[in-house]
């Protein structure tokens, strides 16, 4: 492979990444619409609509390997999603660069509570899942036939570092608890989850980024032993040395708010990950790859670290 690793997107995963493959020594470019990021010395920026093919390609020329790490507001994937991997796609073609896809769980719909696992068929029923779904199998197929070296990496809900408002533990948890509020939560916290560390989600991608056997392959991101939200917030509020309350946003307030805030609307059919155990088994990326996850407490740890430094506030 040439040695240039082209990230497409500079929000909380992509700078992980950024991170990680600086960290590596490698040449990094990293791609977003304003061409300004907060990346260490040494990577390039570059201004680019992904979703345009011609533009896509040219920020990414001389690419050994692309990543896309790129997701529109939720209430938009359905118009904004599928150009943008059009558009990466079509510029690891032209290339001749692996396309390394960044991606959650949502195209597997509801399993009623058996663990995710890479060979779990993929069943969505939400408008999300089903954006999900259609770009993931137009991904296999470009695989089986050929004509893309792609590999994805799948991570269940993501915290860490940057993950703010888009982390279901971020603003609304890790922020929330820092102003000294509730933690506020979208159901119940009694369930079984499995949540995917920043840190984690980008050694992953680097992982399946710079092999060359594992061409077609799927993997999810390394996941700590799955806990309940209401234990993980026990390790929040032993970190902050106070006990942080629990508030829980009924459903029909959920609706409610999101006919104002489209985005946060969108959260209501993502419900039943949060109903029932939801468990993103990580066994495969653990053996093949041979990684493992960040224990929770000290993902949680360096996650509270970064908020109190950066001074995210809950909304």
């Not at 040494?42 to 201004?47: D, L, R, T």
């Not at 991997?85 to 690891?92: F, L, P």
């Not at 979208?186 to 989850?193: K, M, S």
């Amino acid at each position: 492979m040439n040695d240039l690793h082209v990230v497409f997107g500079t929000g909380a995963i992509g700078l992980a990444l950024i991170d990680e493959l600086n960290t590596m020594r490698l040449r990094v470019r990293a791609v977003n619409r304003s061409g300004r990021a907060d990346v260490p010395d040494g990577v390039e920026v570059v201004a680019a609509d992904a979703s345009d093919a011609e533009t896509a390609a040219k920020a990414a020329t001389g690419a050994g390997v692309v990543y896309q790490c790129l997701s529109p507001p939720y209430h938009q994937w359905a118009r904004l999603f599928p150009p943008i991997q059009d558009g990466v796609v079509h510029a690891a073609r032209l290339t001749k660069a692996r396309y390394v896809s960044f991606e959650n769980t949502y195209m597997y719909g509801d399993t009623h509570g058996v663990p995710v696992t890479e060979a779990t068929p993929l069943r969505a029923q939400t408008r999300k899942g089903k954006v999900r779904l259609v770009m993931a199998e137009q991904l296999r197929d470009f695989a089986e036939k050929g004509d893309l070296d792609v590999v994805t990496a799948r991570a269940s809900d993501y915290f860490g570092p940057r993950g703010t408002a888009q982390s279901p533990l971020g603003d609304l948890v890790i922020g929330a608890a820092l102003a000294g509020k509730p933690a506020r939560l979208i159901a119940g916290p009694d369930q079984p989850h499995s949540y995917s560390f920043t840190g984690d989600v980008a050694r992953c991608l680097a992982a399946v980024g710079t092999r060359e056997d594992v061409a077609g392959e799927i993997f999810h991101v390394p996941n700590a032993p799955a806990r309940t939200t209401r234990e993980v917030i026990a390790m929040i509020s032993e970190d902050l040395g106070r006990v942080v309350k629990i508030s829980v946003t009924p459903r029909l307030l959920l609706r409610a708010i999101g006919l104002f805030n489209p985005t946060l609307g969108e959260l209501d059919e993502m419900r039943y990950e949060f109903t029932q155990p939801f468990v993103v088994d990580s066994t495969k990326a653990e053996s093949r790859l041979g990684l493992s996850a960040t224990p929770l407490d000290d993902a949680v740890s360096q996650t509270i670290s970064w908020f109190r430094h950066h001074s995210s506030s809950a909304k």
